[in-house]
């Protein structure tokens, strides 16, 4: 869905958002019905050309202009530029939200349906619930053209139910069952379908339009990218990577938060991912293996810019320490198939880290300590 601003509305917005900000009415509506209807009378009247512009209400027997600084008599709150401004675009987004209504049982199929969607990863709940909203139900028939190559791309699909067969120059290439999603290379890079996608059964599609997919998850995706370069930029392990390797592990990481006391990693657990910290502190224990009581010690704290769990990734071995959250912790999570296809260049200087971390063991007496 494409919306055009009509030629006056930016203006017009801004000179009622400006009314309300100074006589801060009681009733919204009301006072909006008012300023319209008298607005509509004087566009009716025959005025100068310099009179000023405005709607004039009880109280304001002549329109008055937005207030500046040079009105330093004046006892109205300042009315700013950037206040309205910040007005106009709440506004304008507003007018480009789309919302598709739902039923329970649809906003459910609907939330299944996009629970391992890549794209989403990232997204923020405010941000996910608007991908919900604006994402809309399309039946298909076996045999039906949902894509077909060389077209141009106008929605993105998240499969519900149904099979479906990928063809490119006419040979079948693979084929979906019951769940995935499609149509956003096109989407992303402004370009023709690459592939014919033909439904071989009955089945049930959600889909996005072109406009809101790039507002909502291709400047999501650009932020996340950046926000995670600058990231791994201060990573001393991850300097063997090539610039173009770093923004693959960028693109791979997604967040995650825990809370205070939440344990993240736990000794002797299987090793499925390693831990980039965003924001907070971490400490790591181990358990004392000469304690009776297993108690466990503290051997090490990462801050906002650290990373721990690469090396029983490295190792293939079980946890051998734990991590907590200090405070409320928000870290960007790398699984461990990421790891494996990324992450190869820097796999010597994690193996160093390994004999370092060892020793800091021995100093501590807990020799039977593995590498996490």
Not at 218 to 223: G, I
């Amino acid at each position: 869905m494409n919306f055009e601003i009509p030629t006056g509305l930016t203006d017009l917005l801004q000179d009622f958002t400006v009314a309300v900000l100074k006589e801060r009415p009681p009733n919204l509506k009301q006072f909006a019905a008012d300023y319209f209807a008298k607005l509509n009378e004087q566009n009716n009247e025959e005025e100068d050309d310099d009179k000023p512009r405005g709607v004039r209400f009880a109280g304001s027997p002549n329109p008055e202009p937005m207030q500046t600084e040079d009105d330093e008599d004046s006892d109205e709150p300042m009315v700013t530029a950037a206040i309205a401004a910040e007005i106009m675009f709440i506004l304008f987004k507003i007018l480009c939200t789309v919302v598709y209504p739902k039923t329970d049982e649809q906003r459910q199929r609907l939330n299944e349906a996009v629970k391992h969607i890549l794209l989403f990863r990232s997204l923020e709940p405010e941000q996910m619930q608007e991908v919900l909203d604006a994402m809309f139900e399309k039946k298909v028939l076996p045999d039906e053209h949902v894509i077909d190559q060389g077209d141009d791309g106008d929605n993105f699909y998240v499969i519900d139910s149904g099979k479906y067969d990928i063809f490119v120059n006419g040979n079948l290439v693979g084929n979906y069952d019951t769940n995935g999603s499609f149509g956003e290379l096109a989407l992303m890079y402004n370009m023709p379908r690459a592939a014919t996608i033909v439904a071989t059964t009955e089945g049930t599609l959600w889909a996005m339009d072109r406009q809101t997919f790039r507002r909502i998850v291709l400047k999501t995706a650009f932020n996340k990218r950046k926000m995670y370069e600058q990231l791994i930029e201060g990573v001393p392990v991850l300097k063997a990577l090539e610039i173009y390797e770093r923004q693959n592990v960028a693109d791979a990481l997604f967040s995650k938060t825990f809370e205070e006391a939440s344990c993240i990693i736990k000794q002797g657990d299987d090793a499925d991912c390693m831990y980039f910290i965003e924001d907070g502190e971490c400490r790591v224990t181990v358990t004392n293996k000469a304690d009776p009581s297993g108690e466990e010690v503290e051997v090490k704290r990462y801050n906002k810019g650290g990373y721990f769990g690469e090396l029983a990734l490295v190792t293939h071995k079980p946890r051998a320490a734990s991590v907590y959250a200090v405070g409320r912790v928000k870290v960007a999570v790398l699984d461990v198939q990421a790891f494996e296809r990324l992450l190869g260049p820097c796999m010597e200087i994690m193996k160093r880290n390994i004999d370092e971390y060892e020793e800091q063991l021995v100093q501590l007496d807990l020799v039977d300590a593995k590498p996490r």
